[in-house]
């Protein structure tokens, strides 16, 4: 079955670095678009980053120039490095399959003033 696991979130102080990671087993992980997005509390799911099979990548107004979304085929996995973190950036942290109804569990993200 398709599975989505993340990873790397924490506490981390304003101005500080986090990489999250999403391990994916149960497809064929180097022919899917994948995303990152968010949910902070109260408020809606948004969408953070998309990087596509042939390693082509857009971003949220929010986050262009302070996070990168990478992939490694061989390990079928999905990278955000965060960078120059914020404290609006709290939030859950989610990666999916883009165009499909398969998301992990999320890993949660704070950032302190």
């Known amino acids: 079955q398709v599975q989505l696991v993340e990873s790397g979130g924490g506490l981390v102080q304003a101005g500080g670095s986090l990489r999250l990671s999403c391990a994916a087993s149960g497809i064929t992980f180097s022919t899917k678009v994948m995303d990152w997005y968010r949910q902070a509390p109260g408020k809606q799911r948004e969408f953070v980053a998309r990087?596509?099979?042939?390693?082509?990548?857009n971003y949220a107004d929010s986050v262009t120039g302070r996070f990168t979304i990478s992939r490694d085929n061989a390990k079928n996995t999905v990278y955000l490095q965060m960078t120059s973190l914020k404290p609006e950036d709290t939030a859950v942290y989610y990666c999916?399959?883009?165009?499909?109804?398969?998301w992990g569990q999320g890993t949660q993200v704070t950032v302190s003033s």
């Open positions: 999916k399959i883009s165009l499909s109804y398969y």
């Open positions: 990087i596509s099979n042939t390693g082509s990548t």
